[in-house]
């Protein structure tokens, strides 16, 4: 048997599934009708993946080229299995087939495929040397969507002419193999007296490139369209691309462009793929540079001449107004490059292409001179056309006796065309080219400023219609990419003349950059408009500044966009506008999100659309109201926000859950919300006036998730105590409450659209589903090998969704009650899953930021997109399936337009709490974590911040500063513990976690730190190497608390198992408190006699260490406590709880000395001085607060400078109540309010 030949020794009886899979293995749908009646032996798995490359590719291309017919493949295959059938008794396996007597025919198999496909005998193949990877087909399916990414290409259904060159294009791609094909427009330039050169623009190219594609896409694997008309980045197209032809599985590219190029390239190599790139003359220089790459672009350089230059399977064609100048044949490489410089219609074409616009009266004559005049460019043929039919009557020959004008290039018949219209029709195509992709009439209404101008908006469009190419779609309408560029150029240069002159018009009435534009376009419209007009002050930024005071003293900008323009461009240029004064005057569309905006004055401005960074931080939950027309959002600081979807601004702000919102929901009627928070309240809220109508107490802890039946009168709810239950939404009442739901806390829950059924997942593992009315559990899914985070049913309540820990989305059939698909690719912990309401996609969210849409018809996966840079929590489809939300872990929400994966709108919060405070040991400083990522430190005589410690990428739970006063501890949310050095801020070492740590405490001899993480183990770290030297295993939950007694040799542990541990660490024995409820802080008294210990509930506990037994409770606070802290000199204890006060004890006598109040959300960490005579407590609301004991004043406010910090709003029009509020919160000051 030939050498090259291998046996599978786990073949399988033949059957049809062996047929299929070599079919699978192909990757070529059409050879499938072919090899249908294949034979039985699956010969793609039984030979060498050399001569397998060999075959399939052999067989494909010349089935591709029609050297053999279907008819031809299948009497070959019939005749072939008929051969092998014969020999093989009916009870044989392929495997004892090809080891038995039967091999000879294995041998005539091989050697038949070699002979008939490759033209030789298998001996005289030379397979000793293997394929590269690179040569080697990866498996894939061609299917639908999985197959052509068309974008948002247009409908080239209507098309004439180009026979041609269609043909010849077909040729140079299917036949001939070119790695690269450009179409480029008209050389030349000049006039005569009947014609002109119409430059390189307006000629079909487009639309020849998709006509193209359209009619070659099934001699290709994949084919992908794209568009340079916004100019992206090489690396956002590079991984639009890679994500397609990896089918999603490959989501993020390597740093380096020669390296994401690499990759690309990686694909074009494994599999035949047609790349279309639209619009290239947008990346390229003009002028005398032309055919040269603008700046920041020269990387579609490299990539042009890689796939120019390297051996492929695959073709890009380009089309470009300018030649790029890569563009040239490749010495001694071959016929590998083909450029088709795009002629004029013909007179045929010109006649067909002018009589869908209308009826024209002319002769042959007339004809052939209008197309002579024209050079027969499409562009200037449909708007000679319009003309023609509005000014002559469709009379040609009128035209070109009275109304032909001469040009010198496309520039100058623009110029005549748009200098023909009305002002409003200037206007509006102004503001068409300034959206740069469709838009509809009530957005153009808004953009323009006057009244009357509003009304008559249908009218103008009508007329534009008339005299301009128009493009309507379904969203609106928009110009042609010729049109875009020449009005987009036309405005720039007469913003910089007007801004050279101070005669401000465009500069007054448009919108440069738009807020609320989709986040693409926002940047597209920032880097080709503003950036260059923003370098005309580059050197020197004032002049821009002064022109605000001139805009005050002009009444006319007071409508206007003069003020958000110049705002813009100063944004651009990073300029430090802390103190400006930017009173009385009118933003209109103004970007204010992400900016730095210290001690401005904007005393008396109007604002109008405007955005905002607001003040919310992670967000947990997110959901569209049953309209649309709203989103609520629910996270970590407490507030729940209602976001209107048009403005995309806060329309209310609800306070008073006192705690963390894990989950909120509107009721189906939209007129209510619900929502489950940290503290195991339920709270049922009017969306109208924002109050709170109702809490629903009887939940003993946190409330995870909760769902509203379809028909909007009963509430289902589960918690951490392991409890489900119903609630009556009009009345409040518990309905029903199920105990022991799961085997541990059940996470999520979830109403079928039949309202009988209810599904649970739990950290168990498990999925659950309910019977509402008996309670009664019908059935429990098992497959998940983790915690399940999130349940969802299908709008048709036909399938349930579970996503866990596991990195799995697992399907459920309801009917059948079994697992129909368990979908796999994330690589981290899964958080949510959310049907579509079309019921045709599944989307889940992850751990790293990453969503995952999945067919439904197919469980394949649809796009995959890298949201955010963390973790999301939360998703949800609006009702119209059209946008995905996201909420992120990094203060962010983002709008998902599903059917292309970009982002539409980004909505960027701010908050910086902190969470601990550690005072120096010499008692001259105090340091604080924050959620930024930052360690601060301070002077606590000053109040100034003496330094900040950088390297941490997330939140900071714990910070601590060793006895001696050397070393400085830091532990985050992602799982890295960092140790500094003191005061000098080296890094001495970085240990990683694996989960989140929240506390840490030194050892009274400074050798060990102790941390508590998530996991429920305590660690025992060696502070000189880093190294864990100890794992102290007992908790079998979230570890809260940590404290060393005096001593050192015991240490306590408060955990969310409702424990607190006394570890003995020289015998690592432990004895257990069993305190009731999750346990927050612990502290020793200085005599170690006494271990205090802070939990959920609203009252201290003073334990006996030695009989372990609470001797004394210290009620006060109204809601649980978060840190305990004693005095040094063990007469007194502090207490830091979640009602937003601090307080302190007399130990004597269990007396509350004092209540400090004055932060303004829940305060976190408590800790004494070392002299004893204050304390300093830490508080979500973002600062560290030091406070006389005597007097429980405040002493001094230490916290980082916030966005808006001390920035005047008094007297501003035009905000929300909710914008103002969350303005205040980031630092602004308004006179009204204090």
């Not at 002064?546 to 300029?575: K, V």
Request: glycine share 8%; net charge negative.
């Amino acid at each position: 048997m030939p050498s090259g030949c291998q046996v599978d020794a786990n073949f399988k009886p033949i059957t049809t599934q062996c047929k299929l899979n070599y079919v699978f293995n192909s990757g070529t749908k059409n050879l499938s009708l072919g090899l249908f009646q294949m034979s039985r032996v699956n010969f793609s798995t039984e030979i060498s993946p050399q001569l397998k490359q060999k075959i399939i590719t052999a067989f494909y291309e010349k089935y591709r080229k029609s050297e053999y017919s279907r008819l031809q493949i299948s009497k070959f295959l019939h005749d072939w299995e008929q051969t092998i059938s014969e020999k093989v008794p009916s009870d044989q396996t392929i495997h004892n087939f090809l080891n038995s007597k039967y091999s000879s025919y294995k041998y005539w198999l091989v050697d038949g495929l070699c002979r008939l496909l490759l033209g030789q005998p298998y001996d005289q193949l030379n397979l000793l040397e293997p394929l590269s990877e690179t040569q080697t087909r990866i498996k894939h399916a061609r299917c639908g969507e999985f197959r052509c990414n068309w974008g948002d290409a247009p409908d080239v259904s209507i098309f004439f002419g180009r026979t041609r060159e269609l043909s010849m294009l077909q040729r140079w791609i299917v036949d001939d193999h070119c790695r690269l094909v450009a179409i480029v427009g008209i050389r030349g330039s000049g006039k005569t007296h009947l014609s002109v050169k119409l430059g390189h623009g307006g000629v079909g190219k487009t639309d020849l490139s998709l006509k193209l594609a359209n009619g070659i896409q099934e001699d290709f694997d994949f084919v992908f369209w794209g568009k340079l008309l916004n100019a992206p980045p090489l690396r956002d197209y590079l991984t639009e691309v890679v994500k397609f032809l990896s089918h999603q599985q490959e989501t993020e590219l390597p740093g380096s462009e020669d390296k994401q190029i690499s990759r690309l390239l990686y694909y074009l190599q494994s599999r035949r793929c047609l790349l279309i790139l639209d619009n290239f003359e947008s990346i390229l220089q003009g002028g005398e540079q032309a055919g040269n790459y603008r700046q920041g672009f020269e990387g579609y350089g490299q990539l042009v001449q890689k796939i120019r230059d390297v051996n492929h399977q695959s073709c890009l064609l380009l089309t470009s107004r300018e030649k790029p100048r890569d563009i040239r044949p490749v010495t001694g490489g071959g016929n590998h490059i083909q450029c088709l410089e795009l002629q004029g219609l013909s007179v045929e074409e010109a006649h067909q292409l002018l009589t869908q616009l209308g009826e024209f009266t002319a002769t042959d004559k007339d004809w052939e001179h209008l197309l002579s005049f024209y050079d027969g460019n499409p562009l200037a043929l449909e708007l000679a056309a319009n003309h023609i039919n509005e000014v002559f009557n469709g009379s040609i020959s009128a035209f070109l006796r009275e109304g032909r004008p001469i040009f010198d290039d496309l520039k100058q018949l623009l110029d005549w065309h748009f200098e023909r219209l009305s002002w409003k029709e200037q206007e509006v195509v102004y503001w068409l080219a300034l959206h740069r992709e469709p838009v509809s009439i009530s957005t153009l209404r808004t953009d323009l400023l006057r009244v009357g101008d509003k009304w008559d908006l249908p009218s103008t469009l009508q007329n534009l219609k008339r005299r301009l190419p128009l493009e309507k779609s379904s969203v609106g309408f928009t110009l042609q990419p010729v049109l875009i560029e020449y009005l987009t150029d036309r405005i720039i240069r007469q913003v910089i003349q007007e801004l050279e002159t101070n005669a401000l018009d465009i500069f007054n009435r448009f919108a440069l950059c738009k807020p609320v534009a989709k986040d693409y376009l926002r940047k597209t419209q920032a880097r080709l408009i503003l950036e260059p007009i923003a370098q005309l002050f580059a050197a020197d930024q004032r002049p821009l500044l002064q022109f605000f005071q001139y805009f005050r003293e002009h009444p006319q900008f007071s409508q206007g966009y003069a003020a958000s323009n110049c705002l813009h461009l100063l944004r651009w240029l990073q300029a430090d506008l802390s103190g400006c004064n930017l009173s009385q005057l009118t933003f209109r569309q103004a970007d204010f999100q992400g900016m730095t905006l210290h001690q401005i004055d904007l005393t008396g401005s109007d604002f109008r659309n405007c955005t905002f960074t607001q003040s919310f931080g992670a967000f947990f939950s997110v959901a569209f109201s049953s309209d649309g027309q709203s989103m609520v959002t629910g996270g970590n600081d407490g507030q729940i926000t209602i976001w209107d979807m048009h403005s995309y601004q806060p329309l209310k702000i609800l306070q008073g859950t006192g705690d963390w919102v894990w989950c909120v929901t509107f009721t189906p009627d939209a007129q209510y919300l619900v929502s489950g928070s940290d503290d195991s309240k339920v709270r049922v809220w009017s969306v109208e006036s924002g109050e709170c109508l109702r809490v629903l107490s009887g939940h003993r802890d946190r409330v995870w998730s909760l769902d509203i039946s379809p028909d909007g009168q009963t509430l289902a709810t589960v918690s951490d105590d392991n409890t489900l239950k119903l609630w009556s939404l009009d009345s409040g009442a518990c309905l029903r409450t199920i105990n022991d739901v799961h085997g541990a806390s059940p996470k999520s829950i979830c109403f079928s659209p039949h309202e009988e059924t209810l599904a649970t997942g739990s950290e168990d593992g498990t999925v659950k589903l309910w019977d509402i009315r008996s309670g009664q559990c019908l059935w429990t899914g098992t497959g998940h090998s983790n915690m399940v985070n999130s349940v969802t049913f299908s709008p048709d309540g036909n399938l349930l969704a579970s996503a866990a820990w596991d990195n799995a989305v697992m399907v459920w059939s309801i009917r059948t009650r079994s697992c129909l698909a368990k979908l796999q690719g994330h690589q981290s912990i899964i958080w949510d899953a959310a049907f579509s309401p079309d019921g045709k996609w599944l989307a889940s969210s992850d751990h790293q930021g990453v969503i995952r849409i999945w067919k439904i018809a197919s469980y394949q996966c649809f796009r995959t997109i890298q949201a955010h840079a963390s973790v999301i929590w939360g998703i949800a489809f609006s009702p119209d399936s059209q946008l995905l939300v996201s909420s992120g872990g990094e203060s962010m929400v983002k709008l998902w337009r599903v059917d292309t994966g970009v982002c539409q709108q980004t909505l960027q919060g701010y908050i910086n709490r902190t969470w601990s405070v550690s005072f120096h040991p010499n008692g001259q400083t105090l340091a604080n974590g924050h959620e930024d990522g930052t360690l601060q430190v301070w002077d606590i005589h000053t109040g100034h911040n003496r330094q900040v410690f950088r390297g941490h990428q997330n939140w900071l739970w714990g910070v601590a500063f060793s006895h001696q006063g050397q070393i400085l501890a830091s532990a985050c949310q992602d799982g890295v513990v960092k140790v500094w050095s003191y005061p000098d801020g080296h890094c001495l070492h970085s240990i990683e976690h694996g989960n989140r740590v929240f506390p840490l405490a030194f050892s009274p001899d400074g050798k060990w730190l102790a941390t508590g993480c998530d996991d429920s183990f305590v660690r025992l770290l060696s502070v000189a190497s880093g190294e864990c030297l100890k794992q102290l295993i007992g908790h079998t939950n979230r570890i809260w608390g940590l404290a060393f007694s005096p001593s050192g040799h015991i240490m306590a542990s408060g955990s969310d198992d409702l424990t607190v541990r006394l570890w003995y660490l020289e015998s690592e024995e432990s004895l257990v408190i069993d305190v009731g409820t999750r346990v927050r802080s612990v502290a020793f008294s200085p005599d170690g006699q006494i271990l205090a210990s802070g939990s959920d509930y609203e009252s201290i506990q003073l334990w006996s260490v030695e009989m372990r037994k609470c001797i004394r409770e210290l009620p006060g606070h109204k809601q649980f406590i978060w840190s305990v802290a004693f005095s040094p000199d063990g007469e007194c204890l502090a207490s830091a709880s979640q009602d937003q006060t601090a307080r302190l004890w007399s130990l004597e006598t269990g007396e509350c000395l004092q209540i400090f109040q004055g932060h303004t959300a829940r305060v976190i960490s408590v800790e004494f001085s070392p002299d004893g005579q204050t304390i300093a407590t830490a508080s979500d609301d973002g600062s560290v607060k030091l406070w006389d004991l005597h007097s429980a004043q405040c002493i001094r406010t230490f916290r980082p400078s916030r966005p808006y910090e001390k920035t005047n709003i008094s007297r501003t029009t035009g905000l929300t109540d909710a914008q103002k509020s969350s303005l205040i919160t980031l630092g602004a000051v308004d006179d009204l309010f204090g």
